[in-house]
């Protein structure tokens, strides 16, 4: 008997510990079946061509989005609904659950690597400086906006342009916080500003709508790194960026990434030369 009962033990420990490990896949699950529920995943965007984009009518595009609406509708999630956030609010509003993921050019560095779970490559890109007709100040880096004691460059609020300027000693007071690209634009031609850094890709996004002859564009930016987003998913939701994952490798290896990204100005093969560990590592 006592025997029997010293077995009886082990066997509910072992089924205890199967119910465990249950219990532990289904939350790591959960996530999912809820976005699955609810029809749709709430995302971060930053209005930011060609990255991310919202018409008139309130329809979210831009290659970011359109990445994550086709790999959310494989997980069985029917669409996104976005909400515009500045790059500096993006991770505190994941953090406090205001969206389920950011998908917005918000690129990988191993602060933000630290802060939340990144998806593998998405979008890359170079930085580069919008300027008045033949760089009347000699641009080629944020180096040369530092030692130019009376020059102001405008970057949007707690974005990667903002960093590199205050990393390479301009001033605070002469780093200007500029809301959106049409701001920066207009600054630039009014002379409020000496130039607006963004990517290239949104610059020269700017540029085409602007199709004004007295500005130039700047680059790449010279000694700025290039870099490449992911989508940013809160700390605890791996389950979720994992599957996120799955599918994004498959589009990638079929080339239907490379049809969706493409015709935006991105490279897919940029994105596929590297990794998110890579990019979480680099300094």
Same mark, same amino acid.
């Given at each position: 008997?006592?025997?029997?009962?010293?077995?009886?033990? =082990?066997?509910?420990?072992?089924?205890?510990?199967?119910?465990?490990?249950?219990?532990?896949?289904?939350?790591?699950?959960?996530?999912?079946?809820?976005?699955?529920?609810?029809?749709?995943?709430?995302?971060?965007?930053?209005?930011?061509?060609?990255?991310?984009?919202?018409?008139?009518?309130?329809? =979210?595009?831009?290659?970011?989005?359109?990445?994550?609406?086709?790999? #959310?509708? @494989?997980?069985? =999630?029917?669409?996104? =609904?976005?909400?515009?956030?500045?790059?500096?609010?993006?991770?505190?509003?994941?953090?406090?659950?205001?969206?389920?993921?950011?998908?917005?050019?918000l690129f990988?560095?191993?602060? @933000?690597? $630290?802060?939340?779970?990144?998806?593998?490559?998405?979008?890359?890109? !170079?930085?580069?400086?919008?300027?008045?007709?033949?760089?009347?100040?000699?641009?080629?880096?944020?180096?040369?906006?530092?030692?130019?004691?009376?020059?102001?460059?405008?970057?949007?609020?707690?974005g990667t342009?903002?960093?590199?300027?205050?990393?390479?000693?301009?001033?605070?007071?002469?780093?200007?916080?500029?809301?959106?690209?049409?701001?920066?634009?207009?600054?630039?031609?009014?002379?409020?500003?000496?130039?607006?850094?963004?990517?290239?890709?949104?610059?020269?996004?700017?540029?085409?709508?602007?199709?004004?002859?007295?500005?130039?564009?700047?680059?790449?930016?010279?000694?700025?790194?290039?870099?490449?987003?992911?989508?940013?998913?809160?700390?605890?939701?791996?389950?979720?960026?994992?599957?996120?994952?799955?599918?994004? $490798?498959?589009?990638?290896?079929?080339?239907?990434?490379?049809?969706?990204?493409?015709?935006?100005? #991105?490279?897919?093969?940029?994105?596929?030369?590297?990794? @998110?560990?890579?990019?979480?590592? !680099?300094?």
């Open positions: 008997m006592k025997k029997l009962g010293i077995l009886a033990g =082990v066997a509910g420990l072992a089924v205890t510990a199967v119910l465990a490990t249950s219990s532990m896949g289904s939350a790591a699950d959960k996530k999912l079946e809820q976005l699955k529920a609810q029809g749709f995943a709430r995302v971060a965007i930053a209005n930011e061509p060609p990255y991310t984009a919202v018409a008139a009518d309130g329809k =979210v595009s831009g290659a970011a989005p359109d990445v994550a609406r086709e790999i #959310f509708k @494989r997980l069985g =999630v029917a669409d996104i =609904v976005a909400s515009i956030s500045e790059y500096g609010a993006m991770i505190p509003g994941l953090q406090a659950g205001r969206f389920d993921v950011v998908t917005a050019g990988m560095k191993p602060e @933000r690597c $630290a802060a939340v779970a990144y998806s593998e490559p998405v979008l890359c890109d !170079a930085e580069a400086m919008l300027v008045k007709k033949g760089n009347p100040k000699g641009f080629k880096s944020y180096e040369d906006v530092a030692k130019d004691t009376s020059a102001t460059i405008g970057a949007p609020g707690g342009e903002e960093k590199l300027a205050l990393t390479a000693g301009v001033p605070r007071e002469r780093v200007i916080v500029v809301p959106d690209g049409q701001s920066g634009l207009k600054m630039v031609q009014d002379g409020r500003i000496d130039a607006y850094s963004l990517p290239v890709l949104s610059i020269n996004d700017l540029m085409k709508k602007a199709a004004d002859p007295n500005l130039e564009v700047i680059a790449p930016v010279q000694g700025a790194p290039v870099y490449c987003d992911g989508a940013a998913f809160k700390k605890g939701d791996e389950a979720l960026r994992d599957a996120f994952d799955v599918e994004l $490798a498959k589009m990638k290896k079929s080339g239907e990434f490379a049809k969706i990204i493409e015709p935006y100005g #991105f490279s897919a093969a940029a994105a596929m030369s590297t990794t @998110r560990d890579k990019l979480c590592a !680099a300094k």
